[in-house]
């Protein structure tokens, strides 16, 4: 079993960046794919981005594709989603996700293990 506790998130204005990060307990962590998924008001959770094992491999939301970078640090076991261009429909709660069949994946189905979700609002 792995916890996951997300940081990072705030206000920050249209074009600005922030960088989210997703820190896991336990000694697995290099043995889960990672993902990021967020959750704006109303709307229903949508995929952000996804990473495998070793993090070498990716997979982006055409909608933050160029904008948005998914990356890992397994010696530390956490998780980071760099966001750059930050546009007002960016605003939601994101997530961090763990899947341990090591897959990519986009369906939040696939993922046994969620955060809680840090807040993420960008001003116009």
């Known amino acids: 079993q792995v916890q996951l506790v997300e940081s990072g998130g705030g206000l920050v204005q249209a074009g600005g960046s922030l960088r989210l990060s997703c820190a896991a307990s336990g000694r697995t962590f290099s043995s889960y794919s990672m993902g990021w998924f967020r959750q704006a008001p109303g709307k229903e959770r949508e995929f952000v981005a996804a990473?495998?094992?070793?993090?070498?491999?990716?997979a982006y939301a055409a909608s933050v594709k160029g904008r948005f970078t998914i990356s890992r640090d397994n010696a530390k076991n956490t998780v980071y989603l760099q966001m750059n261009s930050l546009l007002p429909e960016d605003t939601a709660v994101y997530c961090c996700?763990?899947?341990?069949?090591?897959?990519?994946?986009?369906?939040?189905?696939?993922?046994?293990?969620w955060g809680q979700g840090t807040q993420v609002a960008v001003s116009s």
């Open positions: 990473c495998s094992r070793s993090g070498d491999d990716t």
């Open positions: 996700a763990a899947d341990r069949h090591g897959f990519i994946r986009a369906g939040p189905q696939w993922y046994e293990y």
